[in-house]
């Protein structure tokens, strides 16, 4: 049994929160409408310069109309830095091109693809974006159509919402563990880690799970003194994001080397979810 059993309504509504922007799926008309993608805010379209797009990982907007159209203040680009900023009453945005998450209010949202361009515009998700001012996301598939729904207020900042002792312990035992694994699977060790908090075969704090040996050591790095090293910049952000709840191995409690993995003990007790870089993951 898990601690937390989330129920999800299995409908065509997905409801949306401001801070929280999913998108919502809306019932079909009688026929599709073709062309590109339209964003709308309170009945207004917003002139994406025909760059916005659905992709298999969800829709990329240009940064600066609809970050404008949210109520942006100042959308400045860093040609040195390869970023770009963005300003609004209560919020601040930091978008790294090339980086697969931008940072707002001290948060890490994660894009899961690097941060690009088109056209020299910079592209963004939309949901993440939205989450950022606070705003949701109506997605109308058939009418090609990304309707914004504006928020109270903009995201909560990172230092009242991120526990500075989970992401103290988290990056650590990332750093340990993943170190030199590529992004994905540093916070794949970090969402083993906090599936096991909110498992109840397991302790219910992260630097519990970390130096739980009631069936034997878990973490190596516990006992080896590996633990106690400085984590990278990586290796704190991705603790962030893991704790976000971005699941890139959403049943996982184990991992092994890939060199390891045939003939580790999780292997005959549980299933392959996933591989990354050079660990299989198990749940």
């Known amino acids: 049994m898990r601690k937390c059993l989330l129920l999800f309504t299995a409908a065509l509504l997905?409801?949306?929160?401001?801070?929280?922007?999913?998108?919502?799926?809306?019932a079909e008309p009688s026929s599709p409408v073709s062309g590109p993608l339209q964003?709308?805010?309170d009945g207004k379209p917003v002139d994406t310069y025909g760059l916005a797009q659905v992709t298999e990982d969800g829709i990329l907007v240009p940064l600066r109309p609809v970050s404008n159209a949210l109520g942006a203040t100042e959308v400045k680009y860093d040609s040195k830095d390869v970023s770009a900023r963005v300003t609004a009453p209560g919020l601040s945005l930091y978008v790294p091109f090339g980086k697969p998450y931008f940072q707002a209010n001290g948060r890490y949202l994660y894009t899961k693809n690097p941060i690009t361009s088109v056209?020299?515009?910079?592209?963004?998700?939309?949901?993440?974006?939205?989450?950022a001012f606070g705003a949701g996301v109506v997605y109308d598939a058939h009418r090609n159509r990304a309707t914004l729904i504006p928020g109270d207020s903009p995201i909560e900042p990172g230092d009242t919402f991120?526990?500075?002792?989970?992401?103290?312990?988290?990056?650590?035992?990332?750093?340990?563990?993943?170190?030199?694994?590529?992004?994905?699977?540093?916070?794949?060790?970090?969402n083993v880690v906090l599936n096991r908090v909110a498992?109840?075969?397991?302790?219910?704090?992260?630097?519990?799970v970390i130096f739980d040996r009631r069936g034997g050591v878990q973490f190596t790095p516990a006992y080896s003194g590996s633990v106690y090293r400085d984590p990278s910049e990586d290796?704190?952000?991705?603790?962030?994001?893991?704790?976000?709840?971005?699941?890139?191995?959403r049943d996982g409690l184990y991992f092994a080397?890939?060199?390891?993995?045939?003939?580790?003990?999780?292997?005959?007790?549980?299933p392959v979810v996933a591989e990354i870089g050079g660990h299989v993951f198990f749940g």
């Open 14 to 26: 997905i409801l949306t929160a401001a801070g929280s922007a999913s998108a919502e799926f809306l």
């Open 39 to 41: 964003v709308y805010l």
């Open 119 to 131: 056209n020299q515009r910079c592209l963004v998700p939309l949901e993440e974006l939205a989450a």
């Open 162 to 190: 991120y526990n500075s002792d989970d992401v103290y312990w988290l990056s650590h035992i990332i750093q340990a563990e993943a170190g030199g694994e590529p992004f994905a699977g540093k916070i794949a060790v970090g």
């Open 199 to 208: 498992d109840e075969e397991f302790p219910d704090t992260v630097k519990e």
């Open 235 to 249: 290796s704190v952000i991705a603790a962030k994001i893991a704790l976000e709840g971005v699941m890139i191995v």
């Open 257 to 270: 080397s890939t060199r390891a993995a045939k003939t580790c003990w999780a292997s005959r007790h549980y």
